[in-house]
């Protein structure tokens, strides 16, 4: 089992900055692939960002690219999200997962394991 706990989500102004965690327990969490996942009201799940294990790669939205960077550190058992120029399109709650694959899936179902979600709104 891998608990994943996110933080850093709040209000912010259009053109404004975040910087989300998510925090991991449990095994190893070096094991894993990350993704960040948004959900806003009345859409469904999309994905965000995924970083390798060895944080070698990263993967990115169309609609993030560019001011989105997503990072890790396995020594803290620690994935981050930095958004920069964020726009009130980006308001959703950000979740990060799990998964055992070496690549990190844009699919929801790809990944074992969840954090509850961060709200981020921005504001025009």
């Known amino acids: 089992q891998v608990q994943l706990v996110e933080s850093g989500g709040g209000v912010v102004q259009a053109g404004g900055s975040l910087r989300l965690s998510c925090s991991a327990s449990?095994?190893?969490?070096?094991?894993?692939?990350m993704g960040w996942f948004r959900q806003a009201p009345g859409s469904e799940r999309e994905f965000v960002a995924g970083?390798?294990?060895?944080?070698?790669?990263?993967y990115y939205a169309d609609s993030v690219k560019g001011r989105f960077t997503i990072s890790r550190d396995n020594a803290k058992n620690t994935v981050y999200l930095q958004m920069n120029s964020l726009k009130p399109e980006d308001t959703a709650v950000y979740s990060c997962?799990?998964?055992?694959?070496?690549?990190?899936?844009?699919?929801?179902?790809?990944?074992?394991?969840w954090g509850q979600g961060t709200q981020v709104t921005v504001s025009s």
């Open positions: 449990g095994r190893t969490f070096s094991n894993y692939a």
């Open positions: 997962a799990a998964t055992t694959l070496i690549t990190p899936a844009t699919m929801t179902d790809r990944y074992d394991y």
């Open positions: 970083i390798t294990w060895s944080a070698s790669t990263t």
